[in-house]
């Protein structure tokens, strides 16, 4: 059992609304350096650079998780974190399914850029990632079970794209695990005011920028032994779901 430093919420320059200096191995070495020890690429509604981000983790010795930031027909934001590389890109594929596409103005909303591990640009994705899917809020835990992962709703702290800032509170159902904060400081009120008791609380960057990424990092005590990032990164996504270890 060790405690790891973490970031689950964080960008790269897939996501137009992140900066194109957001490269896998820009992020891992910017991780290193604020010692934050576990990583999520949680891009907006794809997890095309996650292949990318772990070849640049693995390089910079960091622990990488594979995620998405998932965008609910209600506009709300939920983040998606799974146990495996593969896992993820099969939910990538499923929600594919389910975005609305139209073309993604880079003029006005930016790059969408898929990398390679050596952070070349191997692709784009041509039409707009961060609008809503058509997938409902609570629709999302059933479909990431699927695929052995666990989500919760993103900066619920916030007012943009939050599940209190559009729905007013954290409803009781679905029941995720999980909620995420982006500011410390506001967790006693809202667990007070939405009744968050019950709920693993996470803290992250939702980094869109290198210099969002935070020297002050929330941190988890995490069964790690024998030794394996795999091993970590599977007792995390354990954990998040509460169950016991």
């Not at 850029?113 to 809503?132: M, S, V």
């Amino acid at each position: 059992m060790s405690r790891y430093t973490y970031d689950l919420h964080v960008h790269s320059c897939l996501s137009p609304c992140a900066d194109n200096d957001n490269t896998p191995n820009n992020l891992a070495g910017m991780a290193t350096l604020n010692n934050i020890q576990i990583m999520a690429l949680t891009d907006h509604n794809s997890c095309r650079n996650c292949p990318a981000f772990f070849t640049a983790a693995k390089r910079y010795g960091i622990i990488p998780v594979p995620g998405m930031e998932l965008t609910t027909s209600e506009d709300i934001h939920v983040v998606c974190l799974f146990p495996e590389l593969e896992n993820a890109l099969r939910f990538n594929d499923e929600i594919d399914e389910h975005r609305i596409r139209f073309p993604n103005d880079k003029e006005i909303f930016g790059d969408q850029l898929i990398l390679d591990g050596e952070d070349e640009i191997i692709g784009e994705e041509p039409d707009f990632l961060t609008n809503a899917t058509d997938i409902s809020y609570d629709e999302v835990p059933q479909i990431v079970e699927k695929y052995d992962g666990v989500c919760y709703p993103a900066h619920i702290d916030r007012e943009s794209n939050g599940v209190v800032a559009i729905l007013g509170t954290v409803p009781p159902e679905p029941e995720f695990p999980a909620v995420e904060f982006h500011f410390r400081k506001n967790i006693d009120t809202y667990t007070k005011d939405h009744h968050l008791e019950n709920k693993q609380i996470l803290v992250s960057s939702d980094a869109h920028y290198l210099t969002d990424l935070r020297e002050e990092n929330e941190s988890l005590e995490i069964p790690d032994e024998p030794y394996s990032s795999a091993l970590v990164r599977h007792n995390l996504i354990r954990i998040i779901r509460g169950e016991k270890l």
